[in-house]
């Protein structure tokens, strides 16, 4: 199993699927990381509103963001290593990473 962790942007909750307009991207998101995690990987999710000092406690993220800034969020570590930075990647390309059968999400 693997160790995922997911620095987001500033949302308005820990997820960001709140709010009157919710962003389908992130629900797509919060539910492939909820089902990984039902598989038995090792899920955690940062968000840079709420837990801010996550972000400038990991050297590798504070690097990230003192070279590129927020602009270069979500960043997306597996096992210690920056796999994805600036967006949400598609169900395959986690697939390849993970080395798994497809999710139902």
Known sequence: MKNIQVYDPALCCPTGVCGPSVDPELVRVSALLAKLKND??????YN????????VTNA????????EGVESLPLI??????????????????NDWLEEESPDT
């Open 40 to 45: 038995g990987h090792s899920v955690e999710r």
């Open 48 to 55: 840079l509103g709420q837990q801010p000092t996550e972000f």
């Open 77 to 94: 570590f597996i096992d210690g290593q920056l796999v994805s930075r600036g967006k949400y990647p598609s169900l395959s390309v986690w």
């Open 60 to 67: 590798a993220v504070k690097t990230v963001l003192d070279e």
